[in-house]
């Protein structure tokens, strides 16, 4: 493979293995395994943060720090705005989440809290 394929294959394919080692580590020390699927996601999510910082070094881009406040907008008239966040908890098998929605005033509407088991992978925790 490494005569035949081009260096981006090669990356794709080593953070897949390494995805893979992870899964085999997670299950023999936590007890926790994922779905092929989750770890062909995490392999994309992981090849993807890695190939957009080689570019950014590449090009010697230095991130841009944001310093500027961020605060929480008010959804437009007629609209509902719903924020989500997750939460996973290390060696709890539980993956848990809230959502809060907020009318045009701001004003509390409606609120979800739950947990999943199994955990979830980041990515799949926070779409």
Known sequence: MCRNEDNVMLRRVSSLFWCI??????????DHVQSPSQVGRMAF????????????????????ADHRPVW??????????????????????????GVCFRDTNGQFV????QWQQPVYSIVEGEA
């Open 21 to 30: 080692w992870h899964n085999r580590n997670d299950k023999i020390w936590n």
């Open 45 to 64: 999510a992981v090849w993807n943060e890695w190939f957009t910082v080689y570019r950014l070094r590449r090009h010697h881009i230095a991130p841009v």
């Open 110 to 113: 409606a609120d979800l809290t």
């Open 72 to 97: 929480w907008e008010k959804p437009g008239v007629g609209w509902i705005k719903c924020n989500v966040d997750a939460a996973f908890v290390a060696r709890s098998s539980i993956t848990s989440m």
